[in-house]
């Protein structure tokens, strides 16, 4: 079964959303503009008015409507100036432009990681540090075209120790058929 996920905090999701403002202005000044027509090139004026001249009568409709045509161009592109509103980039917050490194990364962040032969499985393996809400502890993990395992080692504290034991847990735990 195939899903589909929107980032709706993504640049590309608010550029989507001003595009779509922009065209729904788009197509109601074009609907404006048609339905106004007939009215726009009046063939007789009407007979009440005094004697207009039949020029000066369609220009000044004219005018008008092209005058409300604006209005509604300048309201729309306000609506689709003020939709634009995507997600901060992480180098943007005032976290990354902070000049110092917080005391104790939050928990999951991962400050090191390191590539480490995969075995005889083959694939990759990557070992590195993160924090817990028990402290520190050193996660490898592995992949290849057929599996994705890891596994948390919480008092294995070099990382080329904890790569030989996910190696050998690896080993132990995948059969190939």
């Not at 409507?65 to 689709?80: K, Y």
Request: glycine residues 8%; charged residues 20%; aromatic residues 6%.
């Amino acid at each position: 079964m195939n899903s589909l996920s929107i980032d709706t905090t993504s640049v590309s999701f608010a550029l989507g959303e001003v595009f779509g403002v922009l065209l729904v202005v788009g197509g109601v000044l074009t609907l404006i503009w048609r339905l106004s027509g007939p009215w726009r090139r009046v063939s007789a004026p009407p007979r009440p008015l005094p004697a207009v001249p039949l020029a000066q009568l369609r220009t000044r409709r004219r005018n008008i409507v092209v005058a409300v045509l604006a209005l509604i161009a300048v309201g729309g592109v306000v609506a689709a100036v003020s939709s634009y509103n995507p997600e901060p980039r992480a180098a943007d917050t005032d976290a990354a432009r902070s000049d110092k490194e917080p005391a104790d990364p939050p928990v999951g962040t991962d400050r090191e990681v390191t590539p480490f032969p995969a075995g005889p499985m083959g694939g990759r393996l990557s070992c590195g540090y993160a924090n817990t809400d028990h402290g520190e502890a050193t996660v490898c993990a592995w992949s290849d075209a057929a599996t994705l395992g890891f596994l948390t080692l919480a008092d294995v504290a070099r990382l080329d120790d904890a790569a030989l034991i996910a190696v050998a847990f690896r080993t132990a735990a995948e059969r190939r058929s």
